[in-house]
């Protein structure tokens, strides 16, 4: 039995008929420690609801249109807990993703707001650091 992250979300945004958003569903749950998973759209469709279904995620449909960054903004608010991962739904989380944002906020007791980089997957073959942070 692996264990779960009760305080921590995946709230996937999902747009029109992405053909990767089954694939970012699929990374979220695989993880190593399991956390919510939560569908957030503002463009609901029978696509996005029969992927919902086929892993018994619940669909939280934004009612206002304003662009993106309210949809972000509702994708955080579809969730009940304190800590919530925007997943885009062409991101691809590593099976360890959930288990390391816990141990790194099991450090912080206090913490607020974690940021993660990222590798972006061009071709399919290679990787490339977008972010780089340094002291």
């Not at 925007?86 to 141990?103: G, L, P, R």
């Not at 906020?105 to 990787?127: A, Q, Y």
Request: aromatic share 12%.
């Amino acid at each position: 039995m692996s264990e779960t992250f009760n305080n921590h979300t995946f709230s996937v945004c999902a747009y029109k008929e992405s053909k990767y958003l089954e694939e970012c569903i699929k990374s979220l749950m695989i993880q190593t420690v399991k956390s919510n998973i939560v569908i957030a759209t503002s463009t609901p469709n029978e696509y996005i609801y029969n992927i919902a279904k086929k892993y018994n995620l619940e669909v939280f449909v934004n009612p206002d249109k304003k662009g993106i960054g309210h949809d972000w903004n509702f994708a955080v608010k579809s969730s009940k807990t304190d800590f919530v991962t925007v997943a885009h739904q062409d991101d691809i989380y590593s099976k360890n993703y959930t288990e390391e944002i816990k141990k790194q906020i099991e450090k912080i007791p206090d913490i607020v707001m974690l940021f993660t980089n990222h590798k972006e997957i061009r071709n399919r073959g290679s990787c490339k650091n977008e972010l780089q942070f340094k002291n």
